[in-house]
């Protein structure tokens, strides 16, 4: 019988590959909505099904260890004793897989006290004793002994399991210079280091082939280890116990008594039902349709929807105008309460085409500004009839451009998204209709304009309104709270202030540009002078030569490229071992940064002189709102540079000067309030400088006491446990003993035992709930708090302790930039609100409206919250943000 004419018996390593696919795919792109991780399962079902395709199995079988523990683990209690803990992503991944292959029909085996391996030793000599052609799937280079004329080795290169090799007896050949059979006993001697089986010292791949070549055997290059001369002989005699047991512990059985018959393996075609169900648990999109293509399956011969047209049928949309779009929208808003679907196709910032959707209608426009026949619509988008879109902000503006009044957007599932998942990847609506709604958004063709594509909006507005249900469904009532109270209010009020923008004078920019360039300039020819000739100061690697070769200086935490180089680092070093090389380049780099960000700021002016930053309002886990194109709270408040920086934006024309508006200490205020510790309170409500106030307490002294030495560690140190520092954190940052700064915050928790109790009872109660709350319901999930991984864990510690306190900090700014909008609007002020730093306003006011807008401003900001403690806010004035910084 010819090989085509025989069955393939494929049998597959399940642990093996599976931990392969977990490491060559990311964890955080590959998790269902309730935190379960996916990627082992991904990536090994891929692998399976382009198996099936290529090769065509006729029979299947997937081995799995039970354990870690063995027959040889019982012989020799150290094997594969180095492995550490099993990653905390990984665990509950197998069982999953294992439902997924029963789904397929394909079978599982499993032995007590037997490994993987064995069990596909066992499986490759029954097939080619009964004439199948082998395919032995393993990542487990023990299993290269299995391979001969029938039985071929696919095994997976370092970039994972979508790259597999194939051993047959030529191929290991060429790379080892060896047969198959032989391969055991070239490991047993060189050893193996993944399964904690120490080789004999001095013998590698080569010298070990060689010796097989000359003696045939182990046992005949241990009968003649008197024979080999020089070290690498006497490392043999001396160690050739350890050549022995490897060759017994690596010998894997061929006649382990399996559950099943090799007829028993026979494919059988997939439980259609099971797979779509536990592909839906699992939140694979594109998989299935991969998986019935390799069955030679397809939606027509199925009778079932594909993945990737859609669960449901995708309405065409309909071309209505003047009074059938009239009569549409009618009869939509009244059967449709909870809204519409609403999406622009945007081009150049202006809406080209506009999407309506209902839950099985859709309705295009192909937008042209001053036509009659788009009244209804027009009315429709002005009324307060509920509508639901996608990343709202950018198609809001693009109304705004043009002049179209809009009212009533309820829902945006975007922003909603990230309430359920701040620290996820979904960033477009076709990452949400995948994990939320488990279908694949059709793709137009990529070289085509989106307006070349009259369905884009339609569709988009269809898949948005279908998402809502199951994100209401998904949120929990407080954070529907907050997205409804606090998220939907501030994106319209994020509109606003990113279409006004804020003057930023070109002139200063670019006089400051060239004198930081020439100061930058300098700074580099004296560097090079010190070190005799010049250096990329930009790169890490010939920086490294400099710092650590030619100037000998103490070595950096170690990275991938050596030692690292970074600022922290360099810092550090600076200040334990100073060197005016370091120095004039710790300077050059901050010139360098200070000049990018200018160049940056300065090419973000626009033709009306202003700049218009993009505020991201789901860009952080903990709520802060952050600001990109250009970023705008980056800029430095601390240095002359920074200052300059600032002093460039101005209030524009036909406004007097600019109102800056800051909270003070607002996360301490929120941790007073949180703890209810007696003494901040107190602290707060006395309106001493809290610092000196706290210093007071610790050092024992009276508040005119605390120097400035003193003030600065409590200062650091207050801040520093809303973040989880530690001793070794605290002392590192004030430069002194661990002793000192143990006793300081030993000190600091016998004044405030009940922000100690807080700290940790917020991780505590993570731990319990998997997530933390802010005052306003906005929650955080925490799953790594559970994880086994000390570093995963310990970092979930230290976000969890500061999450309930900078996310209050970032609901109480919304609501008061939210208000302060609402109270202008209501006075008809001519004043506004132009940005959002950190805990931060500015404004640009009318001449005549600085005593209204200081009150409004100051009152809403605050009474954003109701604290145990006052919310204090500071103002100041100013024709340019630094002069009226306060």
Do not use: C
Request: glycine letters at 6%.
């Amino acid at each position: 019988m010819s090989d085509n004419e025989k069955p393939t018996l494929l049998v597959i390593d399940g642990h093996s590959l599976a931990f392969r696919a977990f490491y060559a795919l990311p964890v955080d792109s590959f998790s269902t909505k309730d935190g379960q991780h996916t990627n082992a399962i991904h990536g090994f079902l891929a692998m399976l099904i382009n198996l099936i395709r290529d090769h065509k199995p006729t029979h299947i079988a997937v081995a799995f260890d039970i354990s870690r523990f063995s027959f040889r683990t019982r012989e020799y209690p150290e094997y594969k004793g180095t492995r550490g803990e099993t990653p905390s992503e990984f665990i509950g991944q197998v069982p999953l897989l294992q439902d997924a292959l029963a789904a397929m029909n394909i079978t599982t085996i499993s032995i007590e006290d037997y490994e993987a391996d064995d069990i596909l030793a066992t499986l490759s000599v029954q097939g080619r004793e009964q004439g199948y052609r082998v395919l032995v799937v393993s990542g487990d280079r023990d299993t290269i002994q299995l391979v001969n004329d029938d039985v071929t080795l696919l095994y997976p290169s370092r970039m994972g399991v979508s790259d597999l090799t194939r051993y047959d007896a030529p191929k290991v050949m060429e790379r080892y210079g060896i047969q198959p059979h032989q391969y055991p006993e070239v490991a047993a001697l060189v050893g193996e280091t993944s399964d904690n089986l120490p080789g004999v010292p001095k013998v590698g791949e080569k010298t070990a082939v060689k010796w097989l070549n000359q003696y045939g055997t182990l046992d005949g290059i241990l009968e003649n280890a008197d024979k080999i001369t020089g070290k690498v002989g006497e490392s043999l005699r001396e160690h050739k116990e350890n050549a022995v047991r490897n060759r017994k512990l690596n010998h894997l059985l061929t006649d382990v008594e399996l559950p099943v018959t090799l007829d028993s393996l026979e494919k059988r075609p997939i439980d259609e039902e099971a797979v779509r169900d536990i592909f839906a648990r699992l939140e694979f999109r594109t998989m299935l349709d991969r998986l019935l293509k390799a069955e030679g399956l397809d939606e027509e011969s199925t009778g079932i929807p594909s993945v990737r047209s859609g669960a449901e049928k995708i309405p065409v949309p309909q071309q209505l105008l003047d009074e059938e779009l009239g009569a549409w929208l009618t009869r939509a808003v009244a059967a449709n309460p909870d809204g519409l679907g609403l999406a622009f196709d945007l081009f150049d910032g202006k809406p080209v085409g506009i999407g309506i959707a209902t839950l099985t209608e859709s309705v295009a426009l192909a937008w042209q500004p001053g036509r009659a026949d788009y009244a209804p619509f027009e009315a429709w988008l002005a009324s307060d009839a509920p509508k639901v879109l996608t990343d709202s902000k950018r198609q809001l503006k693009a109304l705004k451009s043009v002049g179209l009044p809009f009212a009533g957007i309820a829902f945006d599932t975007h922003i909603a998204g990230w309430l359920l998942r701040p620290s996820g990847t979904e960033k477009t609506i076709a990452d949400l209709v995948s994990r939320y709604l488990d279908e694949s958004v059709p793709k137009s063709d990529p070289n085509q304009l989106a307006l070349d594509d009259p369905a884009t909006a339609p569709l988009e507005a269809w898949y948005t309104i279908r998402l809502v249900a199951p994100l209401i469904e998904a949120l929990d009532e407080g954070s529907l709270a907050v997205l409804r109270e606090i998220e939907m209010p501030t994106l319209l009020t994020l509109v606003d202030i990113e279409l006004r923008g804020v003057t930023v004078n070109h002139a200063q920019l670019t006089e400051l540009s060239a004198e930081l360039a020439a100061t930058a300039s300098d700074l580099a020819s004296r560097a090079y002078a010190i070190i005799g000739h010049e250096v990329n100061l930009g790169s890490p690697k010939q920086l490294q030569e400099v710092l650590f070769n030619e100037l000998d200086m103490p070595k950096t935490r170690a990275n991938k490229t050596g030692y690292s180089t970074d600022a922290g680092a360099l810092a550090d070093l600076q200040a334990s071992n100073p060197h005016p090389f370091l120095g004039l380049l710790l300077e050059h780099r901050d010139a360098t940064k200070l000049r990018q960000i200018v160049e940056t700021v300065d090419k973000a002016i626009a033709a009306d002189g202003r700049v218009h930053t993009s505020y991201v309002q789901t860009g952080t886990t903990t709520g802060r709102i952050s600001s990109t194109d250009p970023n705008l709270q980056n800029i430095p408040v601390r240095t002359e540079e920074g200052r300059r920086i600032r002093a460039s934006f101005e209030a524009g024309s036909g406004y007097e000067t600019l109102l800056t508006a800051d909270y003070s200490q607002i996360e301490m205020r929120i941790m007073a309030h949180l703890s209810g510790d007696e003494g901040l309170i107190e602290a707060f409500r006395s309106g001493e400088d809290l610092h000196r106030f706290v210093g007071a307490r610790i050092f024992s002294v009276d508040p005119a006491e605390v120097t400035n030495e003193m003030r600065t560690k409590v200062k650091a140190m207050s801040y520093g446990l809303a973040y989880g520092l530690s001793a070794f954190g605290l002392s590192k940052q004030l430069r002194i003993d661990s002793s000192e700064a143990k006793q300081l915050m030993s000190d600091y928790f016998a004044r405030f035992g009940a922000v100690r109790d807080y700290l940790r009872n917020v991780v505590e109660q993570a731990v319990d709930d998997g997530y933390t709350t802010t005052i306003f319901g906005r929650r955080r999930p925490f799953p790594d708090l559970k994880s086994p991984n000390r570093v995963l864990r310990d970092n979930a510690q230290r976000a969890a302790l500061n999450a309930p306190i900078q996310g209050s900090a970032a609901d109480i700014m919304k609501i008061a930039m939210v208000n302060i909008e609402a109270d202008v609007a209501a006075q008809n002020l001519g004043s506004r609100m132009l940005m959002q730093v950190h805990d931060e306003l500015i404004f640009e006011v009318v001449e005549g409206e600085w005593d209204a807008l200081e009150r409004i401003v100051h009152a809403r900001m605050a009474d954003a919250a109701e604290l145990t403690v006052p919310l204090e806010v500071q103002v100041g004035r100013g024709h340019n943000w630094d002069a009226a910084a306060h």
